[in-house]
């Protein structure tokens, strides 16, 4: 099998995401699989080269990963015509000119985010990497997550109809610092170094609206400092002069209304770090990281404004779970795909056998002589029975008279 080398030069891996995002769950998880496997059967296999500030640290790191480059000189590293690719996870206030500087050496590149501290950054960025002729790229691990794949599985099979909101909310109490040692570094509250959760996370939020629902057409925020002293790593008081919380209003083409509010000054009562709940016309679902749970209309309760009564509804547990089914595709809505409740599925016919149902592990019959509990399972995962008594009574009625009419009885 043909064998090709990517060298690829990682600047700021010394920092927390840089390490275990990029070069432990990525870049060395690539290498641990023997590489990537191409569509004519060969493969690349990634050679990293570390690049930092800190030579103590990167030889720290290489020699606990088994990897023999690094160095501090990144003119070096990119001078260096066998590593093609570059990768840049350094603060935000020092990306631009090591990415333009690796442009200028003909690197094709891919960047964390924001690719600049502001537009006009960002543009000539775009622009010289046109010119160059390189080819780009920015992270968007978030699109690829568990629950995200789950919702966005229900947006393509229809399942929501007209989209109408969505509503966001993503947050931790980073502790200041004194009582309890903060758990992200300090240059996140300070806005000369780069800091600040709004050009940490409303990148993340703009790719996931935009991939998920529709473009951004305009965008509406509060930006605040809730917490304007900190202690840092060695215990030092500082001053935060990066804003801890956002909370913003983003209007989607076709009339989707957004609300997203990030903080790292909220204490959590929900079940992810991050939740999107999404209404519909015909359905709504909540998303986190790694999981998401649905409701079809047909099975959304029907509760009545009555201050003096306390509401007994369990609306936590009133959605249902969605499992992921392989890759999310526009192909499902060709192939007759119906969404319910808790699942994408497709509804089976005399000709075929059930599919697997992906919310309710109903069976999967692999003969027609099931077709008949084939569609019961279906039925039954629909999850879009009505609840009022009187149907319940004569549904009860009908399925007794046909398993007596099954059994030749009367």
Known sequence: MAERRLGVIMNGVTGRMG???????????????????????????????????????????????????WTTDLDTALSEPGDELYFDAQLTSVREPAITSAIAAGKHVYTEKP????????????????????KTGVVHDK????????????????????????????????????????????WNYRQEDGGGITTDMF?????????????VDA??????????????????????????????????DGGIVAQLNSS??????????????????????????????????????????NPDLVETTPFRSSGRPCRTTGNST??????????????TTTAPTPTTSSPECAGCDSPKPDSRRHARDAASNWARCRHDVPTAPPF???????????????????
């Open 19 to 69: 390490h275990r995002q990029h070069l432990i769950r990525s870049v060395l998880a690539i290498r641990e699989q023997g590489g990537v496997e191409l569509s004519d059967g060969s493969r690349v296999r990634l050679d990293p080269i570390l690049v930092g500030r800190n030579a103590e640290k990167l030889k720290e790191l290489a020699e606990r990963h088994e990897l023999d480059r």
């Open 115 to 134: 690719i600049a501290d502001d537009v006009e950054g960002a543009l000539r960025l775009a622009r010289a990497a046109n010119e160059a002729g390189v």
């Open 143 to 186: 699109l690829y997550l568990p629950g995200l794949l789950k919702l966005r599985r229900l947006v393509e099979s229809g399942f929501f109809g007209r989209i109408l909101s969505v509503r966001g909310e993503f947050g931790y109490w980073v502790f200041e610092g004194d009582l309890q040692a903060a758990q992200r570094p300090s």
């Open 203 to 215: 990148p993340h939020w703009n790719y996931v609206l935009e991939n998920l629902f529709g473009r």
């Open 219 to 252: 965008v509406t925020a509060r930006v605040v400092t809730h917490i304007p002293e900190r202690w840092d790593e060695r215990g030092r008081h500082y001053t935060a002069t990066a804003d801890d919380a956002a909370y913003g209003i983003f209007e989607l």
């Open 264 to 305: 790292w000054a909220t204490r959590v009562h929900r079940d992810e770090l991050v939740e999107f709940h999404v209404d519909g016309t015909h359905g709504s679902a909540v998303a986190g990281l790694h999981h998401c749970r649905a409701q079809h209309r047909a099975a959304t309760p029907k509760p009545v404004w």
């Open 330 to 343: 526009t192909a499902s809505r060709r192939s007759g795909s119906s969404s319910c409740g808790s699942c």
């Open 392 to 410: 319940r009574r004569r549904l009860r009625r009908t399925r007794a008279r046909g398993t007596r009419e099954l059994a030749g009885t009367r």
